[in-house]
């Protein structure tokens, strides 16, 4: 429930603060006087687009906050508990509005998007506009009319099966979208797998191939190094150590220290020894083979080729090839891919087609309800034998997001009048006061607990007006009602009343606030029944209606 309301520099409004009550609150007052200021500054705090255009002439910024009881609203407090946005039970609302076009907003101090806040608003506050009868024209509109009236979760359960359908018919889309595509990186990928499989390198890794390469293009001077090494050892580092083991035995004789240098020599000598068979055996091995060698050189351009186009180190082309030929198998096994997401539509189309059937029955059986509701009511705004219908008609060769069905209102506002469209039967002041039976038929199930009405009772009066004032004063009764009317019969229903003033001091216009009580609310409605000029009998006339509005629950 709104609770408190501040409004500075905004418009012509300088600065008001309001406190709000349950029940339902009427706001009058001359035309022009400001009424809409107020309800576009509460669009704002709704999240409304707004414009540096509203701000008071001469100020930087406009503010408004708002103050919301959450005693009766645990939904809403958990959905600010989930966006941790929470405080207690109340909740802040502030709006404020940048001369350089910027706004700002916050949440219990919390600065959010304005998305946000427009998803808190909608569970916060609905505004029926003076025009919302120029709308229900639409099919959309009263789709969405008896949704709300009808409640449950069962259009949220067709939206979900609608999403999961519609996600896997873009993917069967997409895939045969660009089956020419597909076509054209097969090719391509075929002419590169072609490549690796002409290498024909066996398990030979590309350093294999390096070093056998070095070993045959350098096998002449591998064998001039080989016998150079040889022949020294041979000639000279042998025969030398050899040489050199007999004294340094006897010097071992004479001084024990020396036991080392002795042991270094003779192990030289073996090491010596073994290094040469280790030459004669490799050197023995070597065969100068120029067809060998030709074909290294052949793979070794055709790694450094295939590592160029591939934009990779040679070392890296194993990992590549085997990248490549699990793409090529599956492109080039797409049936069993692209038969899987059409089984896969095709199960979750079911699920939808389900789904909205569901949607269908349970449309179906709360529109006759809510017609006879409807109808009902109408039997008291001066339209007695009027017939209210609602069509369902039903196509389910392609499915939508929020069901198959189209709902149509028909209305007869006249006894012997077959009931037609809506928008095509009623005059202006018929749809006005339809549009009303309509609001009032689905507040019941509205979870909104604050209902903004904006002159909705325009083009009744007399005793229809009378009647359109005891429903509001009724819904107030369960919801929280601010109602902008010019009609003194509908304000003279309401719990409180608040007036919007215009004020002209020193060459500025201002807007001002005002909740009235007792005799000033009397004067209030006199004025409303006879204008500026109040009189005796006007000022009885709208105590009486005080006093009859009073009297009733």
Known sequence: MLTHLHIRHFAIIDSSELELDAGMTALT???????????????????????????????????????????????????????????????????TLSSNGKSRATINDVP??????????????????????????????????????AGGAQYQRVARAYDAW???????????????????????????????????????????????????????????????TLS?????????????????????????QLREALDLVESATIQIAESAHLIRSTLGKLDHDDARLAWLDQKLAALHSLARKHQCDMDSLPEVE?????????????????????????????????????????????????????????????????????????????????GNDTVHFLVSPNPGVDPGPLSRIASGGELSRISLCMTLAALDSHAVPTLVFDEVDSGVGGAVAIKVGQMLRQVGSQSQVLCVTHLPQV???????????????????????????????????????????MTTKSRQHAQEMLDSASSSP
Not at 176 to 188: G, S, V
Not at 201 to 214: K, L, P
Not at 235 to 240: I, K, L, R, V
Not at 508 to 525: C, F, N, P, Q, S
């Open 232 to 256: 020294a050892i041979d000639d000279t580092a042998y025969p030398a150590l050899n040489k050199a083991t007999p004294p340094l035995g006897e010097l071992v004789q004479i001084d024990e």
């Open 29 to 95: 007052g001359e035309t022009g006087a400001g009424k809409s200021i107020l309800l576009d500054a509460l669009s704002l705090i709704l999240g409304a687009r707004a414009s540096a255009d509203t701000i008071q002439q001469g100020a930087d910024r406009a503010d408004i906050t708002a103050t919301f009881n959450l005693d009766k609203l645990p939904a809403v407090s958990q959905w600010l508990a989930r966006h941790e946005l929470d405080a207690d039970n109340e909740c802040l609302i502030r709006r």
């Open 322 to 402: 085997q990248a490549l030929r699990e793409e090529y198998e599956t492109l080039t096994d797409p049936g069993k891919a692209g038969d899987e997401l059409v089984r896969e539509r095709d199960a979750l189309r079911t699920v939808y087609d389900e789904e909205a059937a569901k949607l269908t029955r349970h449309r179906r059986r709360h529109a006759g309800k809510l017609a006879k509701t409807i109808s009902a009511t109408m039997q008291d705004l001066s339209m007695a034998g009027g017939i209210f219908d609602i069509q369902i008609d039903t196509d389910d060769t392609q499915p939508h997001r929020l």
């Open 112 to 149: 959010v998007s304005v998305q946000t806040l427009k998803a808190l608003g909608e569970q916060l506050v609905t505004i029926h506009g003076q025009h919302a009868h120029q709308t229900l024209g639409k099919s959309s509109q009263q789709r969405d009319l008896l949704d709300r009236y």
């Open 491 to 533: 304000a003279s229903q309401a719990h409180h009343h608040l007036l919007v003033a215009k004020d002209v001091a020193k060459g500025k216009t201002r807007t001002r606030l005002e909740a009235l009580h007792g005799k000033a609310v009397r004067d209030e409605i006199a004025r409303m029944l006879g204008g500026e000029k």
């Open 166 to 228: 519609h996600a896997a018919h873009e993917a069967v889309e997409h895939q045969q979208r660009f089956a020419h595509e597909r076509l054209q990186r097969i090719d391509l990928l075929s002419f590169q797998l072609q490549e690796f499989d002409e290498l024909d390198i066996g398990s030979a890794t590309v350093a294999d191939i390096e070093s056998e390469h070095r070993w045959l293009a350098n096998s002449d001077r591998i064998l001039a190094l080989g016998e150079q």
